[in-house]
């Protein structure tokens, strides 16, 4: 199944969602992916009719659509909804952006910080976007390396700018919860695009300013 043409538009899926009362027991969401989960919970040994269980699929159905939330968002339209003529030479660097994020081996979370640095070519980004730039691509299920590219990438082509550097470091709860169990490992991924990729001496620019 492709996921990404299959997925309703965002807020498609709450179309049945017209319950007057937001705690009404009948309110359904997504009706389809509301079965799954009650179907999901039987498989796993548990009875959906229970009290604690009886929202459970409507909940998870709400957090899947806004955790996945990226898949209808255009990442070149957010970028170029912000950007400034500035005559800035310098590199921008925006640290520590915290995402969240599903594996799309075990639709686990993987989660931690982003830093991203760019040299300008006549264009800034508003600050805030570069962190939303991040949800778009986070908000989907996703592989840290291909994340990480993607935010690369879609800065580089929607601003111009003469570089970028994305540096993503995450704890996988995959890794975490089950199988190897190796709790305090972080995973970090790069990507260098223009003057980063060409000139180590703006890569190790870029290194220091992430110490500092
Ligand atoms: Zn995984």
Known sequence: MNIKNDKPA???MGRYAN???PDSES???DSEFEALVRHMLIRLGDDPNREGLIRTPLRVAKAMDFLTSGYGVDADEVVKSALFNEDCREMVLVRDIEFYSLCEHHMLPF?????VGYLPNGQVLGLSKVA???DVFARR?????RL???????LMGAMNPHGVAVVM????TCMMMRGVQKQNSTTVTSAMRGTFERDPRTRAEFMALLKS
């Open 10 to 12: 965002p807020g498609a």
């Open 19 to 21: 319950s007057l009362d």
């Open 27 to 29: 309110e359904v969401y």
């Open 141 to 145: 299920l996703q592989v840290q390396e």
């Open 148 to 154: 990480t590219s993607q935010v690369a990438d879609a």
């Open 132 to 134: 939303r730039v991040v």
């Open 169 to 172: 470091e995450a704890s996988h």
């Open 111 to 115: 989660f931690g910080r982003a830093h």
